[in-house]
């Protein structure tokens, strides 16, 4: 089945830029995702990429798509406070069901 | 804007009861998700419905059940709660099926079974 991973913790300064990693095996995959999750809040979409991309720039946001090794990142440009959160990555495979990695846990220190 | 809610934030129940987990979107969207997440897991999908009264498996169904009478509503039912069900369960919602199609998400409800 379908396997999604990433590091449990980062953390980084503020004002540095942050860089959450994830790995996928569904070579069927169709549109990969970041989510984000607040304190006691649910998950929220950042941003997604198309899998015939291998980068999107949105803002502070980068994504980068490596579909050979089937690698994702998110870099974060500026890191804030505010940018502390739980960071998600998913991928959309043939049966159009999301598949979630671990989540990322992104401290962000002064 | 599209708003998911899920009745409670926050559930205590004892082992053995029957709970009812309960969520509503306001958009008319015709598919709903119930996950659950732990940490180090990530999320888990229990069941989806792409329709009215109708239920799919997700990829860890056992323990738990659905329904589906309205659009807007989709129950999550523990029969008879444990132990192991301790967790934060997560609604969402999307319009259709396709790839660019958004799932959004309510707050969350943290079950404590005891």
């Known amino acids: 089945g379908e396997d999604v991973e990433q590091s449990l913790f980062l953390s980084v300064r503020e004002g540095d830029s942050s860089v959450i990693n994830c790995t996928y095996t569904?070579?069927?995959?169709?549109?990969l995702y970041w989510y984000k999750q607040e304190p006691g809040a649910g998950l929220q979409l950042l941003t997604y990429i198309f899998s015939n991309m291998d980068m999107k720039q949105d803002q502070r946001l980068t994504v980068l798509l490596n579909k050979k090794d089937k690698h994702l990142s998110l870099r974060i440009a500026d890191t804030q406070t505010g940018d502390s959160a739980i960071y998600f990555c998913?991928?959309?495979?043939?049966?159009?069901?999301?598949?979630f990695g671990t989540g990322t846990q992104l401290k962000v220190e002064l | 804007d599209v708003k998911v809610t899920q009745s409670s934030r926050y559930l205590v129940k004892r082992t053995g009861e029957k709970v009812f987990l309960e969520c509503v979107q306001d958009?008319?969207?015709?598919?709903m998700f119930w996950y659950r997440q732990d940490p180090g897991l990530g999320l888990r999908l229990i069941y989806f419905s792409y329709d009215v009264k109708m239920k799919e498996k997700g990829d860890i169904p056992e323990g738990y059940s659905v329904s589906r009478e309205k659009k807007e509503r989709f129950s999550l039912i523990l029969e008879s709660a444990s132990t192991n069900q301790t967790s934060m369960y997560l609604c969402?919602?999307?319009?259709?099926?396709?790839?660019?199609?958004?799932?959004?998400f309510g707050p969350g409800t943290r079950l404590t079974v005891l």
């Open positions: 958009m008319d969207h015709e598919n």
């Open positions: 569904d070579s069927s995959s169709t549109y």
């Open positions: 969402a919602s999307s319009l259709g099926r396709g790839p660019t199609d958004t799932q959004y």
């Open positions: 998913a991928e959309k495979g043939g049966g159009n069901k999301l598949t």
